[in-house]
């Protein structure tokens, strides 16, 4: 069963707009990441927010997370439309089992 | 340093038959995944490897066998396929499990099942 759960599932904005995705968990987690997936791709790892940060900045990507609320929110500035892509939130729920994916947002963006 | 090489990326079975996804990766990583995507599912961990000479289920291990040839290769066995194994198949592999590292992904084998 999947732990994290993304939001919106589809997403489509103009290119320039910035876009946001939420993420929500169920469980207490050592760690939260987000990954990217083209079309017909493997994924690809963007950032990763250790439980004990509120915020992290990558580029044009930002990471918010909020464990009281159990819940992460990536935000890309500036989109582009080469930032097509599903997203994906992995929690780590404990320290020895695998990442759990959630099922990702499908973000558009419009040239 | 090729990463991730996963091989076939396609393959079409008929309904019975048998095949061994095969995954390899060049990082001298610890742990190794195999995973399935379908439509609106999201990606589903069939087994893993947490180190060489380690395998444990993942949420959706029937049908499937695995085995972690050295500590460079994890192959993914379907003994007698089935419609519903019809998917895209991942393989990915980090350094270890605690803490959860980055994964590295494959390119993906597309599997039909006819």
Redesign the interface.
């Known amino acids: 069963?999947?732990q994290g759960e993304e939001d919106p599932q589809a997403l489509s904005i103009q290119e320039g707009e910035n876009a946001t995705m939420n993420c929500s968990y169920k469980t207490s987690i050592?760690?939260l990441?987000w990954?990217r997936q083209n079309s017909?791709?493997?994924?690809?790892?963007l950032i990763?927010i250790r439980s004990n940060e509120r915020e992290k900045h990558s580029g044009r990507l930002r990471v918010t997370l909020d464990t009281s609320k159990k819940s992460s929110s990536l935000l890309i500035t500036a989109s582009r439309a080469a930032d097509t892509a599903s997203y994906?939130c992995?929690t780590?729920p404990s320290?020895?089992?695998?990442?759990?994916?959630?099922?990702?947002t499908r973000l558009s963006v419009i040239a | 340093n090729a990463g991730?090489t996963q091989t076939p990326k396609f393959q079409v079975l008929k309904t019975g038959q048998s095949m061994t996804l095969q995954c390899a990766q060049d990082m001298n990583h610890n742990?190794m995944?195999w995973?399935r995507q379908d439509p609106?599912?999201?990606?589903r961990?069939i087994y893993?490897s947490?180190s060489e000479g380690t395998t444990d289920k993942?949420?959706v291990p029937n049908g499937y066998n695995v085995s972690r040839l050295n500590k460079r290769e994890f192959s993914l066995r379907l003994e007698s396929a089935a419609p519903s194994q019809t998917s895209v198949y991942?393989c990915?592999s980090n350094m270890g499990?605690?803490?959860?590292y980055?994964?590295?992904?494959?390119?993906?084998t597309r599997l039909t099942v006819t």
């Open positions: 069963s999947q050592n760690n990441q990954y017909g791709r493997g994924l690809v790892h990763l994906f992995a780590d320290g020895n089992t695998p990442l759990v994916f959630g099922k990702g | 991730v742990s995944y995973y609106g599912m999201g990606l961990l893993y947490a993942g949420e991942f990915a499990l605690a803490p959860n980055e994964q590295y992904f494959g390119p993906g």
